[in-house]
């Protein structure tokens, strides 16, 4: 049986936020987040997947780590089928909208007790702003830099305020107030996406909604670049 489990920056990040002892971790794949967290610091872990080839995976990683009594794989769509007594729910690695969806469909997250570590890989600017719309607030943000990638974990919870948040809040979220040592590399390289992506609608010049707010946002941004 294997004993020591190496995270990526990444995954460890996300670890280090957990905090509570019943973790569902949502679109698990290979299941490694699982199988740390039910390692070091839960008591139980949901781990699902969409997918049955990943779950074939994790199933044998989980035998690897010798965790088979402390996780289950559930193949399931999102939240669907993993019990509300959890307290900590974990949706990572997957698109803005998708975790959109899996937290907003269910009800029994709108609980100021349940934790949400959400890490999008896309429209998490976008994702902020849902958030917020519905209720949620985002307690803290963690920027991390791996290689060539940049990602941003956002720690949420139910609070019942429902608010519209600035253009600059939905940009930057709360990356500055992390005193991460990735904050401005982070903002740095969301600037450059956007001035890119500006930079090609600019040439097509057929979007002009879409370039005013990518000004908008580049203009927000332009203190890191
Ligand atoms: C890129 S992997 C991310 C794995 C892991 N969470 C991480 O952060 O490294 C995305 C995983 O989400 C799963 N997935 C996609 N849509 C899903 C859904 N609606 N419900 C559950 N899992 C889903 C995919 O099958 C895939 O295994």
């Given amino acids: 049986m294997k004993k020591y489990?190496?995270?990526?920056n990444r995954l460890k990040a996300i670890a280090n936020l957990v905090s509570g002892n019943v973790a569902a971790d949502v679109g698990c794949d290979h299941a490694y987040l699982s199988i740390f967290l039910a390692m070091h610091k839960c008591d139980y872990v949901y781990a699902t997947d969409v997918r049955e080839k990943p779950l074939e995976r994790a199933k044998e990683n989980i035998k690897k780590y010798g965790v088979e009594d402390k996780i289950k794989l559930?193949?399931?769509?999102?939240?669907?089928?993993?019990?509300?007594?959890?307290?900590?729910?974990?949706?990572?690695?997957?698109?803005?909208?998708?975790?959109?969806?899996?937290?907003?469909?269910?009800?029994?997250?709108?609980n100021k007790d349940k934790h949400l570590i959400l890490q999008p890989q896309t429209f998490l600017m976008e994702l902020r702003q849902k958030l917020?719309?519905?209720?949620?607030?985002?307690?803290?943000?963690?920027?991390?830099?791996?290689?060539?990638?940049?990602?941003?974990?956002i720690s949420a919870?139910?609070?019942?305020?429902?608010?519209?948040?600035?253009?600059?809040?939905?940009?930057?979220?709360?990356?500055?107030?992390?005193?991460?040592?990735y904050a401005s590399e982070f903002l740095m390289r969301r600037y450059k996406k956007?001035?890119?992506?500006?930079?090609?609608?600019?040439?097509?010049?057929?979007?002009?909604?879409?370039?005013?707010?990518?000004?908008?946002?580049?203009n927000i941004l332009s203190e890191w670049k």
Wanted: proline share 3%; glycine share 8%; charged share 30%.
């Fill in 74 to 110: 559930i193949l399931t769509d999102g939240l669907s089928n993993v019990p509300p007594s959890v307290d900590t729910v974990i949706a990572s690695g997957m698109g803005g909208k998708l975790i959109e969806r899996i937290v907003f469909e269910q009800d029994w997250l709108k």
């Fill in 157 to 181: 919870r139910y609070s019942g305020c429902v608010r519209n948040i600035s253009l600059k809040d939905a940009v930057i979220g709360r990356i500055n107030d992390s005193n991460s040592k």
């Fill in 5 to 8: 489990l190496c995270l990526s």
């Fill in 194 to 218: 956007y001035k890119k992506a500006l930079d090609g609608l600019r040439i097509s010049g057929l979007d002009k909604q879409k370039i005013d707010k990518y000004e908008k946002i580049c």
């Fill in 132 to 153: 917020y719309l519905n209720g949620y607030e985002i307690e803290s943000e963690y920027p991390v830099i791996e290689f060539d990638k940049s990602y941003c974990i």
